[in-house]
């Protein structure tokens, strides 16, 4: 949040106005009756009863908070806001969680499974903020979200007053676990018991799962398997799943069933101060390399991308990488210094289109260099701006595979004003790209979680006004052009060329 914004908030000393105790007393009258209207009407539609709403514990934390919250003037700030979280058999999430062991043969997942996801806390200082620094694996996403859709303000304890539902499946969990198999039956065992589950809920049944929503931590891809030979499991090619709203680190540019949210990086503030303090610590950082590179070689062919990074990265003075230094890729100390050191920070295609070295360097103000829009500008269309060049650098995959571009004068043939007016904007976009902690009370900071739920209840919202007119709402298409029509500012409707036809 920038600090002219912070500076319009109200606080301390002489110009804030106490209210009277006239205003007090409105205020608690008005919420007292409310309350009893509330439990009256629940009690005579057959809903929850106020008391179980109110103190009815979470597995994990804090008490389910209600959808009922009126401020002074008789607003209602969860207005088309509420969101409903089912209590799902254990079999969908914790116990998935509790078998972390079987996640992976080459890491230990279970170590990195705790504080709600963010895993292991780091010491704070040198290349990372002070504090809120934690050890954050990239594909934890779903357990953040749950983690933090528990602490959400407008948690609804009654879906039938909810504008949206959140299922706590954690999909990533279970394809990882069994994407190994043969047995395409038991890949596919836990997602045909998902979509079971889902069509016994009269909650799901009102709309179809078009008002449902959730998060599947892994690329798309392994949810996607369309033939009997393919990878991955088949839980996003179910109809009954494809009406909902996936949140996932990678989407599929051809599908329209998924959007790309960013992946975790290590940074999840408390405060609003917080985040300001590491903005400005990122403004002021002396970037001493044009340019960096934070991975690892791949074995193959030299005409690579990530083989020609490396190649021209080494013979230029201006750059640096990570060589063939192991213990540098799992350090985030060390990964973010390297990322600090530099202007802009290359971004080749990871295992798949995306990486999470991305938003990385970004929570360090690198100027990203993306070689394939996939990477990013068909991804994350709700968290990052449409006009790419505002914040990163496009240089074609196929020039530096082909030897038919230079990294090093592609950038240095930028303007050093136009260099400040991208690095300023990666780091205003700081706070939208990073999941703060779910028990932060002192934010006003729009974040990743923030800015990926309002995206999906103004979806639904579309889709309610269009049902209650008698058709069907639809916003995204399957077929080669789907990427596009996430792309369209508001207002258009009417897809056409693009510059990234070539490469989609």
């Given at each position: 949040?920038?600090?002219?914004?912070?500076?319009?908030?109200?606080?301390?000393?002489?110009?804030?106005?106490?209210?009277?105790?006239?205003?007090?007393?409105?205020?608690?009258?008005?919420?007292?009756?409310?309350?009893?209207?509330?439990?009256?009407?629940?009690?005579?539609?057959?809903?929850?009863?106020?008391?179980?709403?109110?103190?009815?514990?979470?597995?994990?934390?804090?008490?389910?908070?209600?959808?009922?919250?009126?401020?002074?003037?008789?607003?209602?700030?969860?207005?088309?806001?509420?969101?409903?979280?089912?209590?799902?058999p254990a079999r969908f999430n914790a116990e998935l969680v509790r078998d972390c062991g079987m996640y992976s043969t080459s890491m230990d997942v279970c170590k990195l499974v705790v504080n709600g996801g963010f895993g292991p806390a780091l010491p704070g200082g040198g290349a990372l903020p002070e504090r809120d620094v934690y050890d954050t694996d990239q594909y934890?996403?779903?357990?953040?979200?749950?983690?933090?859709?528990?602490?959400?303000?407008?948690?609804?304890?009654?879906?039938?007053?909810?504008?949206?539902?959140?299922?706590?499946?954690?999909?990533?969990?279970?394809?990882?676990?069994?994407?190994?198999?043969?047995?395409?039956?038991?890949?596919?065992?836990?997602?045909?018991?998902?979509?079971?589950?889902?069509?016994?809920?009269?909650?799901?049944?009102?709309?179809?799962?078009?008002?449902?929503?959730?998060?599947?931590?892994?690329?798309?891809?392994?949810?996607?398997r369309g033939s009997d030979d393919g990878w991955g499991n088949a839980l996003l090619t179910y109809p009954a799943i494809r009406n909902t709203t996936v949140l996932t680190v990678e989407a599929?540019?051809?599908?329209?069933?998924?959007?790309?949210?960013?992946?975790?990086?290590?940074?999840?503030?408390?405060?609003?101060?917080?985040?300001?303090?590491?903005?400005?610590?990122?403004?002021?950082?002396d970037r001493r390399w044009l340019w960096a590179f934070a991975g690892a070689p791949r074995p193959g062919s030299s005409m690579t991308v990530r083989a020609q990074i490396i190649e021209q990265c080494t013979a230029s003075p201006s750059c640096t990488h990570f060589g063939s230094s192991p213990g540098h890729y799992n350090s985030p100390g060390r990964i973010m210094e390297l990322l600090e050191s530099a202007t802009f920070c290359i971004q080749p295609r990871g295992d798949s289109y995306t990486r999470k070295s991305t938003f990385d360097s970004m929570l360090a103000g690198c100027i990203p260099v993306f070689l394939h829009p996939?990477?990013?500008?068909?991804?994350?269309?709700?968290?990052?701006?449409?006009?790419?060049r505002t914040y990163s650098v496009f240089i074609p995959h196929t020039d530096v595979a082909g030897r038919n571009a230079s990294i090093d004068e592609r950038l240095r043939s930028i303007p050093p004003a136009t260099v400040a007016r991208m690095r300023e904007e990666v780091i205003r976009l700081i706070p939208r790209i990073t999941y703060r902690d779910p028990a932060a009370t002192r934010v006003t900071?729009?974040?990743?979680?923030?800015?990926?739920?309002?995206?999906?209840?103004?979806?639904?919202?579309?889709?309610?006004?269009?049902?209650?007119?008698?058709?069907e709402y639809v916003d995204v298409f399957d077929g080669h052009d789907s990427w596009k029509h996430n792309l369209l500012e508001d207002g258009q409707t009417q897809i056409g060329p693009h510059e990234f036809d070539p490469y989609l």
């Amino acid at each position: 949040m920038a600090a002219s914004a912070m500076a319009d908030k109200p606080g301390g000393g002489a110009g804030f106005l106490r209210p009277s105790r006239v205003c007090y007393l409105a205020v608690i009258s008005t919420a007292f009756w409310s309350m009893v209207f509330y439990a009256h009407h629940s009690a005579m539609q057959g809903g929850t009863p106020m008391a179980a709403v109110l103190v009815r514990p979470s597995a994990f934390s804090r008490p389910l908070l209600t959808s009922f919250r009126i401020i002074a003037g008789g607003q209602d700030r969860c207005a088309g806001r509420r969101v409903y979280m089912y209590e799902m058999p254990a079999r969908f999430n914790a116990e998935l969680v509790r078998d972390c062991g079987m996640y992976s043969t080459s890491m230990d997942v279970c170590k990195l499974v705790v504080n709600g996801g963010f895993g292991p806390a780091l010491p704070g200082g040198g290349a990372l903020p002070e504090r809120d620094v934690y050890d954050t694996d990239q594909y934890m996403l779903e357990l953040i979200y749950h983690a933090r859709m528990r602490r959400y303000e407008c948690l609804a304890g009654d879906a039938s007053a909810a504008d949206a539902v959140f299922v706590p499946f954690y999909a990533g969990f279970d394809a990882a676990m069994n994407l190994m198999k043969r047995d395409l039956a038991a890949r596919d065992a836990l997602p045909r018991q998902l979509v079971e589950w889902l069509a016994r809920r009269p909650e799901w049944r009102a709309m179809g799962g078009r008002d449902h929503f959730m998060v599947a931590a892994r690329p798309v891809w392994d949810h996607y398997r369309g033939s009997d030979d393919g990878w991955g499991n088949a839980l996003l090619t179910y109809p009954a799943i494809r009406n909902t709203t996936v949140l996932t680190v990678e989407a599929n540019p051809w599908k329209g069933v998924d959007f790309g949210v960013p992946f975790p990086s290590h940074f999840h503030p408390t405060s609003d101060a917080d985040v300001l303090q590491w903005q400005d610590c990122m403004r002021r950082r002396d970037r001493r390399w044009l340019w960096a590179f934070a991975g690892a070689p791949r074995p193959g062919s030299s005409m690579t991308v990530r083989a020609q990074i490396i190649e021209q990265c080494t013979a230029s003075p201006s750059c640096t990488h990570f060589g063939s230094s192991p213990g540098h890729y799992n350090s985030p100390g060390r990964i973010m210094e390297l990322l600090e050191s530099a202007t802009f920070c290359i971004q080749p295609r990871g295992d798949s289109y995306t990486r999470k070295s991305t938003f990385d360097s970004m929570l360090a103000g690198c100027i990203p260099v993306f070689l394939h829009p996939a990477s990013a500008y068909t991804q994350y269309t709700w968290h990052l701006p449409r006009d790419y060049r505002t914040y990163s650098v496009f240089i074609p995959h196929t020039d530096v595979a082909g030897r038919n571009a230079s990294i090093d004068e592609r950038l240095r043939s930028i303007p050093p004003a136009t260099v400040a007016r991208m690095r300023e904007e990666v780091i205003r976009l700081i706070p939208r790209i990073t999941y703060r902690d779910p028990a932060a009370t002192r934010v006003t900071f729009r974040d990743a979680f923030d800015v990926a739920v309002d995206a999906v209840l103004d979806r639904v919202a579309r889709r309610r006004r269009a049902a209650a007119e008698g058709r069907e709402y639809v916003d995204v298409f399957d077929g080669h052009d789907s990427w596009k029509h996430n792309l369209l500012e508001d207002g258009q409707t009417q897809i056409g060329p693009h510059e990234f036809d070539p490469y989609l």
